[in-house]
């Protein structure tokens, strides 16, 4: 079982860019798993943002796509999530999530969350 | 993206009871559903996937039914541990996409 943590700024000002990483630790992230990015509004349902693999390639949700960018630090084993232009509706408890790979999104190992707070 | 529809939104229950939410989707999703569990102040924990097989370590207390765009999850005698929000989730187009919810809560 992979671990994950998520780490970076708890609050963000409106307009500026949400920056969050991702550390993963107990196994490789350079292995045939999608890495995601997945949000959770206050009180809310799960909403995915998106997916990147080891090699640098990404596919986000095309709700998000206009201001999302994944990117990957394969020396450091982490992954990261930017998020511009960010507004009140961005607060959310930002997870990052391991799938099985292939064409299955089943996200099997978590981290354990990091709430991020859109305010001035 | 496809809209999955879950019921109840929540529900009460005792232990012991069975329990069975419901999950449809707005288009056939052959068997690419899974099931999760999460409670308050914790990530969702993968219990079903391809609609029916338990995950490594779940209790076999816990199953799920169903293709194309009905399925169902039961919890056959509810624990004390198993009071939580259950979420049912697509994968069989990109986005993924979740159900709303299921909150068990105790009677």
Redesign the interface.
Same mark, same amino acid.
């Given at each position: 079982q992979v671990q994950l943590q998520e780490s970076g700024p708890g609050l963000v000002k409106p307009s500026q860019t949400l920056s969050l990483t991702c550390t993963v630790s107990g196994g490789s992230i350079s292995s045939s798993y999608y890495w995601n990015w997945i949000r959770q509004h206050p009180g809310k349902?799960?909403?995915?943002i998106?997916y990147i693999y080891y090699s640098g390639s990404t596919?986000y949700?095309?709700?998000l796509k206009s201001r999302v960018t994944m990117s990957v630090d394969t020396s450091k084993n982490q992954f990261s999530l930017k998020l511009k232009s960010v507004t009140a509706a961005d607060t959310a408890v930002y997870?990052c999530?391991r799938d099985?790979g292939g064409?299955?999104?089943?996200?099997?190992d978590?981290?354990?969350?990091t709430l991020v707070t859109v305010s001035s | 993206?496809i809209q999955m529809t879950q019921s109840p939104s929540s529900l009460s229950a005792s232990v012991g009871d069975r329990v069975t939410i419901t999950c449809q989707a707005s288009q056939d999703i052959s068997n690419?559903l899974?099931w999760?569990q999460q409670k308050p102040g !914790?990530? +969702? !924990? &993968?219990l079903i996937?391809?609609a029916s097989n338990l995950?490594t370590g779940v209790p076999s207390r816990f199953s799920g039914s169903g293709s194309g765009t009905d399925f169902s999850f039961t919890i056959r005698s509810l624990q004390p541990e198993d009071f939580a929000t259950y979420?049912c989730?697509q994968?069989d187009n &990109? +986005? +993924?996409?979740?159900?709303?919810?299921t909150k068990v809560e105790i009677k």
């Open positions: 349902g799960l909403e995915w998106g596919y949700n095309p709700s997870y999530a099985s064409s299955s999104r089943d996200f099997i978590w981290g354990q969350g | 993206d690419h899974n999760y !914790k990530a +969702p !924990k &993968l996937y391809d995950e979420y989730q994968f &990109l +986005p +993924p996409t979740f159900g709303g919810g």
